[in-house]
């Protein structure tokens, strides 16, 4: 399959395309980003994770990267937490979501506005080309593990941020065979090979719960739809059936695209009925999407991947109510703090040169 970047694809991405995955880049001056106080801390009881579960394929100095990974359902969350982390420490964030990874359909696709990335340079978003064809995991584990290298070697911290755990399984796993997946039907933890690491991981998974993530989905939808999303489907299809081509490999799986086709392209082109069960049918797969990335990572978890839980239910529940003081107050208290400690007591280990990896276990909602 030919991967193609698109002219304004991401530059910082494409010096490292081609390099391999061990490449040291030379010295370069890295900004300072002032910290805020951590005054929030949390009595750790800590899980030793050891040095024996990361392995860097292909390093032959043994240098493992240290890498924050944001996890968690779509519309939790996770890019924001993402751009406040790679604020805070002086980071870079690598896109993980698949269907974000492609130019175009940007408000159906849900990718972050320019303006919400606070100038934090952003990688494999929105990059490629979407006619060049879906881009697999396990060339995504390699774009990836050169981006890693890239951001690293810069001084600068990476950070992946997506919803797509395929892709997360795929980048960050010790060893990958597409063909044994923990997402498959049949699978069973067992073998302590499986749950090894690639690099060294600080593991963040934002979480809601179901109820109030559902309502926020919706909503979420809706504003999609008085943001323009649905005149950028029209788009979208007027220039595919232009072309001859009603799908682009790589777009093809956007939710919208599929919900929309009766309405644009069928019998029911145009009629209020065709819309009104586009927008019913986006929210239904939307939801179900959530519901499929919450299993995977409880998936990844039950494999022995230490992540530790951020519960944004409070901060999204505010939302729901219009209520914008408490939803930053809540983001700063539940999520942001407990996300920058965890990141900063993982930093502060790899200083001290301590070859454990301690992980605040998962919270326990009541």
């Not at 030379?26 to 800590?46: E, I, L, N």
């Not at 860097?56 to 519309?75: C, F, I, L, P």
């Not at 969350?77 to 269907?99: P, R, W, Y």
């Not at 956007?254 to 986006?282: C, D, S």
């Amino acid at each position: 399959m030919r991967v193609l970047l698109t002219r304004g694809g991401n530059a910082a991405l494409l010096q490292h395309l081609h390099r391999p995955a061990s490449v040291r880049l030379g010295p370069a001056t890295v900004a300072t980003v002032p910290k805020r106080s951590c005054y929030w801390r949390q009595a750790m009881c800590r899980r030793c994770y050891s040095s024996e579960d990361y392995c860097v394929e292909h390093n032959d100095d043994g240098r493992k990267e240290s890498v924050v990974v944001v996890m968690g359902a779509t519309g939790t969350g996770k890019s924001k937490l993402s751009v406040d982390l790679a604020t805070e420490f002086s980071g870079e964030v690598l896109n993980s979501d698949k269907i974000q990874v492609y130019r175009g359909l940007d408000i159906t696709t849900n990718k972050m506005p320019v303006a919400d990335r606070c100038g934090v340079p952003h990688h494999l978003l929105g990059d490629l080309d979407p006619t060049a064809g879906e881009l697999p995991p396990a060339a995504f584990r390699e774009m990836a593990a050169r981006a890693i290298s890239g951001i690293a070697g810069l001084g600068r911290l990476p950070v992946v941020a997506g919803g797509s755990n395929s892709f997360i399984y795929a980048a960050m796993a010790g060893s990958y065979d597409p063909g044994r997946s923990p997402f498959a039907a049949g699978w069973k933890a067992g073998r302590r090979r499986e749950g090894r690491l690639r690099y060294r991981c600080c593991f963040l998974w934002v979480d809601v719960e179901a109820a109030t993530l559902a309502e926020q989905l919706d909503r979420r939808v809706e504003e999609m739809v008085a943001a323009g999303m649905v005149e950028e489907l029209g788009r979208y299809f007027e220039a595919a059936e232009g072309a001859g081509k009603l799908k682009h490999p790589g777009l093809a799986k956007a939710i919208g695209l599929a919900e929309f086709q009766e309405y644009f392209l069928g019998e029911g082109r145009g009629t209020a009925r065709a819309y009104e069960a586009a927008v019913v049918a986006i929210k239904a797969n939307t939801r179900r999407l959530a519901e499929e990335q919450v299993w995977k990572i409880e998936r990844l978890e039950q494999m022995g991947w230490p992540l530790q839980r951020l519960d944004a239910t409070a901060v999204v529940a505010a939302r729901l109510a219009r209520n914008a003081a408490e939803a930053g107050a809540a983001w700063e208290r539940d999520v942001a703090r407990p996300g920058a400690a965890a990141v900063e007591q993982f930093l502060k280990e790899k200083s001290e040169g301590n070859p454990h990896h301690h992980i605040v276990p998962s919270l326990i909602y009541t």
